[in-house]
Nanobody, 123 residues
């Protein structure tokens, strides 16, 4: 059974940066595509970005493209989300998700989820 544990959230001022981490355990990390999603209060969960098995291909939502970077360390079983130039509209609970095989962008394609970490960006 896959377990995902996010960390690194917090309160940051607009324009600041944060790096989220997601620790993976329970299965072979290198066969899982990973993604980050977020959910703001009163809104549906939305796709942020994903990364393929080897970590050499990423894809981002337009709202974060150029500001956020996803990476993974298969030796450490960890995926990261580096967030730069944060905006108040980035405020949300951020979740990492895992699925075997190719990457995806819709939440229904992922069968393993972390508990989420809160990111709050003040203006």
């Amino acid at each position: 059974q896959v377990q995902l544990v996010e960390s690194g959230g917090g309160l940051v001022q607009a324009g600041g940066s944060l790096r989220l981490s997601c620790a993976f355990s329970g299965r072979t990390f290198s066969i899982y595509a990973m993604a980050w999603f977020r959910q703001a209060p009163g809104k549906e969960r939305e796709f942020v970005g994903n990364i393929n098995l080897s970590g050499d291909r990423t894809y981002y939502a337009d709202s974060v493209k150029g500001r956020f970077t996803i990476s993974r360390d298969n030796a450490k079983n960890t995926v990261y989300l580096r967030m730069n130039t944060l905006k108040p509209e980035d405020t949300a609970v951020y979740y990492c998700a895992a699925r075997v095989g190719p990457t995806a962008t819709i939440s229904e394609s992922f069968d393993s989820w972390g508990q989420g970490t809160q990111v709050t960006v003040s203006s």
